[in-house]
């Protein structure tokens, strides 16, 4: 039988979470309003985040670690509770938050950065038990964080393009190269880096990359400068350098020239984490469309009253519709079929990114002026919406997966 119910227990924990909200993190975000709410404040001179943001998401992350929020979704060996609160968890409570919340800073720092870039993340299976021991806590209480190294100057979509090499030096490795666009950067004490060990390998598409964590020591491994997208007046984005960092052998994360399969293991659960963003914003955009639509007036009357502006209200609720049932049904594959879904997994991904772009667009069409105001956010959430269609694999290769796999006879809606 299919239930399409919210189970209670996810009930309960989406009602812990808005609990914690209003119990540890409203207090923080009246405390440092004036940076929260001002660009000009959030980041600094370089575009770097202002140091009393740095401040506020560090409370934020350790309270969340504290009430047990932060490795909810972490991988069960190294101590987080994924197994509990697999895709379909992650899909519903993501949901929520961003439904009632839209898009919040504060909020968003509850949950380690795409669920793999940071945190206990997939990408660390595999670790030298020694430096498990020694980091492995640390991630766990929110003390230290980590970012997601893959991505180069010439190697985004064709990660065999990289560069960036790692060579054995007695019971040590030497990495050299750049990494490019790399979230939370600035901020993490270690890169999961990803680098060339055996270039044949890497020729022949067969392997070849392997994935080493590198302490950012500030001078041979260290982000240079932060990359302001999207209007913004600084991001979290940044470029890494890396010259000559001599990590020892325990800092290998699993196989030697099997790190390519690492990398995409992760990205699998962040493509869900992205897809119920879509969902929670685009329903928050959708509830702001529809009271203003009951309440501002035009030729005598309140704007829902207009065909044309209904017709758009009943676009956004199609495609968001759309849009969450497939999420639920990807989710639902993940945790019950064996083979991971790759064909879903990258549907989801294109469709939802898409989705809130029309979405938003139309909600601040709805606002007329007024959406257009920083008042209303919803530019903001537009722009950010506008950013998703890129990382974690661009729309045209979530399409030529989907057309691979269709080619290769998946032709299943089931
Ligand atoms: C906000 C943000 C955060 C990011 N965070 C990280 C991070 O933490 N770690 C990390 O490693 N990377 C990160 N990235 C990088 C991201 O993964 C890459 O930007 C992405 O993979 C695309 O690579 P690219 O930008 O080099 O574009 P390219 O690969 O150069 O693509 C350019 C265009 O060509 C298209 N294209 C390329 N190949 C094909 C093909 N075979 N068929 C059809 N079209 C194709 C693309 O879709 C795109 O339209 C982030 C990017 C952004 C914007």
Redesign the pocket.
Known sequence: MISFQTPEEMKEVIAALYRFIEVEVEPLRKKYQKELENERYFYDENGLYAERIQEAFKQVRLKSAKAGFYTMFGVPELGGSGDKFGPIAVALIYEAILKKYGLDPLVMEIFPAGLF?DGLTPALLGMHPETKDELVPRISKGEITL?????EPDA???VWAMKTKAVKDGDHWIINGT?Q???NAHYAQYGIIFAVTDPDLVAKRKGGITCFLVPFDGKTCVATSSIP?MGQLGSR?AIVSIENARVPEKNMIGDLHQGFGKALHGVDIGRIVMASNCIGAAQWALDKAINYANERKAFGVTIGNHQAIQVMLADCAMEIYAARNMVLHCAWKMENQDKLPIKEISMIKAYCTEMLQRVLDRCIQIHGAMGLTNEMKLEKVWRWAR?LR????????QK?TIARRLLQGDTSFQ
């Open positions: 870039t970012c997601f190294g893959l991505s985004g979509s064709d990494k666009w790399i979230t997208y984005i950013t890129i990382p974690d694999g661009t729309t045209e290769i030529r």
